[in-house]
């Protein structure tokens, strides 16, 4: 059975670290790899890349956020009305 479940915060923060090259702590490396088990990272060499699904996964969640923002400044400027 396919693991295809919501990344979690963690997960995420990971692969957005990832996607902008920022190094980070030796004790992520084995929640790494779990990302790399279910196909969101790749390694190369001493790098770890995004795959394409993870890309997705870093775009959606950000498009997710940018959404909630928007509804929440919609929100409070209806209030101010």
Do not use: N, P
């Amino acid at each position: 059975m396919e693991r295809e479940a919501m990344l979690r915060d963690e997960q995420l923060s990971i692969l957005r670290d990832i996607s902008q090259s920022v190094a980070f702590a030796d004790d992520r490396h084995g929640k790494i790899g779990e990302l790399i088990a279910d196909g969101y990272v790749m390694k190369d060499g001493d790098l770890f890349e995004l795959t394409a699904k993870g890309a997705t996964a870093v775009e959606e969640h950000a498009a997710a956020l940018g959404a909630s923002d928007e509804e929440q400044a919609s929100a409070s400027s209806e209030r101010l009305i």
